[in-house]
């Protein structure tokens, strides 16, 4: 499926978390995560991306892979897969596989996600604490996303970095 993401480091998640709580987001609980990012040895638009979810006591693991087809500074259009879900006795085979396949792994990522949404829009807020950086992505339908990266680059300016 298309995935359309503007995607931005900042100083500080807050402003961003309440304009979503001020404008009547839905939010969704908070989850700590272990992302281990894979990319292809052959095609560095292509990553495989195993990741862990920690929600409430709760442990879930989901494999999925990206094709990145326009990068441009903060602006990403891909392809993603639908996500499958893993048990922890899997990851073996998975890794296996994205060796024969010529993934190497490139990144692990830990992090507090902030999920709100509100129509075709989707706030993924990162508090990133490997590595240490707060990022926030606006994914959703082209027209709203844009609308909304406007208001944030001329009213939030003094946040991004």
Do not use: W
């Amino acid at each position: 499926m298309k995935e359309y993401e503007r995607t931005f480091k900042v100083k500080s998640i807050n402003p961003f978390l309440d304009y979503c709580r001020q404008n009547n987001y839905k939010e969704f609980a908070p989850a700590n995560q272990n992302r281990i990012v894979f990319e292809n040895q052959n095609n560095s638009n292509i990553i495989a991306r195993i990741t862990t979810d920690f929600v409430g006591g709760k442990e879930k693991i989901v494999f999925d892979f990206k094709n990145v087809n326009r990068k441009n500074k903060n602006l990403n259009v891909s392809e993603e897969s639908l996500p499958m879900k893993l048990k922890k006795e899997d990851l073996k085979i998975v890794l296996s596989m994205l060796d024969v396949l010529e993934f190497e792994k490139c990144a692990d990522n830990y992090r507090t996600r902030y999920v709100f949404e509100k129509g075709n829009v989707k706030f993924e807020i990162d508090d990133y604490s490997k590595p240490k950086m707060q990022v926030v992505a606006i994914e959703g339908e082209e027209t709203e996303v844009e609308k909304i990266f406007k208001y944030i680059s001329s009213n939030m300016k003094d946040i991004l970095e």
